[in-house]
């Protein structure tokens, strides 16, 4: 057998040996061709071999390890870009084998996991960096989405009040069946660019639905003005109650 650069191996057990040097007595010393391995074989001039030390007990375990290791990595992977929204433990449950299970530990099973994470980033969006980006790519990007009814969503951009409003018809045909409406701001989780998540719940029969979603810069009454100006516009029929924390 020969190396990718032509130079001849000797295979034992799998295990793979190449030329290391002439000892004493022009006897051939081979060795691993990984580092870590002390095995090693020695040839008299005639090419009879004269001892060898073939224990690999402080890398074979390793190796198999590394190799299972890649090959669980692979499949988790390949399903992790398919379904982007399933989650990672789930992923990887699916997929172990109970041989996995006697090899690999913890820390395999968290590098798995970082490199889901890695595969997953490479197919997400970029995150935006300034808010003319945002007006420029977001109508493209919700063209393309869509809801798990398989609703388009409708989006009003107001770029000079900096608001963004979205619903979808059947959200907004709900308010007429509404009792009442619930409005309520979150600060804390809000996209970077904007200050506040507004979100306008129709209630019928006691629940809370989220129907109508914006993006503010602020929490001015024009900021909300311009976002409920647009509600009105597109739903006509609100609930005449209205329910605020502010
Ligand atoms: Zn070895």
């Given at each position: 057998m020969y190396s990718e650069k032509l130079k001849e191996l000797r295979v034992i057990d799998s295990f793979?040996?190449?030329?290391h040097r002439i000892m004493k007595n022009e006897i051939q010393r081979w060795a691993r061709t990984i580092k870590r391995c002390n095995a090693f074989l020695k040839f008299d001039t005639r090419g009879v071999e004269i001892d060898n030390n073939l224990e690999h007990n402080?890398?074979?375990?390793?190796?198999?390890?590394?190799?299972?290791?890649?090959k669980l990595s692979n499949s988790v992977k390949r399903k992790a870009v398919e379904q982007l929204c399933e989650r990672p433990s789930?992923?990887?449950h699916s997929e172990i084998t109970p041989d996995d299970l006697n090899i690999l530990d913890s820390k395999d099973i968290n590098l798995i996991r970082k490199n889901i994470h890695?595969?997953?980033?490479?197919?997400?969006?970029i995150l935006l960096k300034t808010l003319l980006e945002f007006y420029a790519m977001v109508p493209d990007?919700?063209?393309k989405l869509h809801t798990n009814g398989g609703e388009k969503w409708i989006i009003h951009i107001d770029n000079n009040k900096?608001?963004?409003?979205?619903?979808?018809?059947?959200?907004?045909?709900?308010?007429?069946?509404?009792d009442a409406v619930l409005m309520d701001g979150t600060f804390s989780s809000c996209p970077s660019l904007f200050n506040q998540l507004f979100v306008v719940h129709g209630v019928k029969n006691n629940i809370y639905v989220p129907l109508f979603f914006c993006l503010l810069m602020g929490k001015s009454v024009t900021d909300y003005c311009t976002a409920l100006e647009f509600l009105k516009q597109r739903s006509p029929l609100l609930p005449t109650t209205f329910h605020i924390d502010f």
């Amino acid at each position: 057998m020969y190396s990718e650069k032509l130079k001849e191996l000797r295979v034992i057990d799998s295990f793979k040996f190449r030329f290391h040097r002439i000892m004493k007595n022009e006897i051939q010393r081979w060795a691993r061709t990984i580092k870590r391995c002390n095995a090693f074989l020695k040839f008299d001039t005639r090419g009879v071999e004269i001892d060898n030390n073939l224990e690999h007990n402080n890398h074979a375990a390793d190796e198999k390890r590394s190799l299972v290791r890649q090959k669980l990595s692979n499949s988790v992977k390949r399903k992790a870009v398919e379904q982007l929204c399933e989650r990672p433990s789930k992923i990887i449950h699916s997929e172990i084998t109970p041989d996995d299970l006697n090899i690999l530990d913890s820390k395999d099973i968290n590098l798995i996991r970082k490199n889901i994470h890695t595969a997953r980033m490479s197919k997400y969006p970029i995150l935006l960096k300034t808010l003319l980006e945002f007006y420029a790519m977001v109508p493209d990007v919700v063209d393309k989405l869509h809801t798990n009814g398989g609703e388009k969503w409708i989006i009003h951009i107001d770029n000079n009040k900096g608001v963004v409003c979205f619903s979808t018809i059947k959200n907004l045909n709900f308010f007429k069946k509404c009792d009442a409406v619930l409005m309520d701001g979150t600060f804390s989780s809000c996209p970077s660019l904007f200050n506040q998540l507004f979100v306008v719940h129709g209630v019928k029969n006691n629940i809370y639905v989220p129907l109508f979603f914006c993006l503010l810069m602020g929490k001015s009454v024009t900021d909300y003005c311009t976002a409920l100006e647009f509600l009105k516009q597109r739903s006509p029929l609100l609930p005449t109650t209205f329910h605020i924390d502010f």
